[in-house]
T-cell receptor, first 117, second 113 residues
Framework: GAVVSQHPSWVICKSGTSVKIECRSL??????MFWYRQFPKQSLMLMATSNEGSKATYEQGVEKDKFLINHASLTLSTLTVTSAHPEDSSFYIC?????????????FGAGSRLTVL | GDSVTQMEGPVTLSEEAFLTINCTYTATGYPSLFWYVQYPGEGLQLLLK?????DKGSNKGFEATYRKETTSFHLEKGSVQVSDSAVYFCALSSASGNTPLVFGKGTRLSVIA
């Protein structure tokens, strides 16, 4: 089945630094990937839709200059948290849809837990 | 807009108890409905799905039936195990094409031996 891989799984960084999270579709091509953010014991909040070869579409309230998304190829999208601060600490999860799977099923990566000190 | 409402947790059950997690939705058209499960420290995994009214999704002993008349997709399992302890998310996708899912807030289930 469809597999989405995220890296890194865990990252700890100092306040003010930037962190890049990669999301790869391993066995299918994804023209669109979705980035979600999850706070402790809460639901997933859609941050942005990443589109291969074009600009990402951000949800209301998400700072595009803070969360840079680049969808460089049909199998890779990256999320860069720029000038990270402790309030950016969260669980970031990407997802993509295998176009051959049908039924609108989204496959999720295992998530990347960011801790900003 | 589209929305999903789940029963609030946490839910604590003894092993072999019956589980029901309620989920209702608001959407335009005819959405596809999903249950995802998140085990501690992990991402989300698809548990089951239903794409049209009266469809029943099932997997690993879990079931949910798409009820258009009550706009519901309640998750059930006849006999839970400790390994079922996780957070369960109800979700919908109301549009065709490559669109994101709308999630409920999640329900944390703890099963004790």
């Amino acid at each position: 089945g469809a597999v989405v891989s995220q890296h890194p799984s865990w990252v700890i960084c100092k306040s003010g630094t930037s962190v890049k999270i990669e999301c790869r579709s391993l066995d299918f091509q994804a023209t669109t990937m979705f980035w979600y953010r999850q706070f402790p014991k809460q639901s997933l909040m859609l941050m942005a839709t990443s589109n291969e070869g074009s600009k990402a579409t951000y949800e209301q309230g998400v700072e595009k200059d803070k969360f840079l998304i680049n969808h460089a190829s049909l199998t890779l999208s990256t999320l860069t948290v720029t000038s990270a601060h402790p309030e950016d600490s969260s669980f970031y999860i990407c997802s993509a849809r295998d176009p051959l799977s049908g039924a609108n099923v989204l496959t999720f990566g295992a998530g990347s837990r960011l801790t900003v000190l | 807009g589209d929305s999903v409402t789940q029963m609030e947790g946490p839910v604590t059950l003894s092993e072999e108890a019956f589980l029901t997690i309620n989920c209702t939705y608001t959407a335009t058209g005819y959405p596809s409905l999903f249950w995802y499960v998140q085990y501690p420290g992990e991402g989300l995994q698809l548990l089951l799905k239903a794409t049209k009214a009266d469809d029943k999704g099932s997997n690993k002993g879990f079931e949910a039936t798409y009820r258009k008349e009550t706009t519901s997709f309640h998750l059930e399992k006849g006999s839970v195990q400790v390994s079922d302890s996780a957070v369960y998310f109800c979700a919908l996708s109301s549009a065709s094409g490559n669109t994101p899912l709308v999630f409920g807030k999640g329900t944390r289930l703890s099963v004790i031996a």
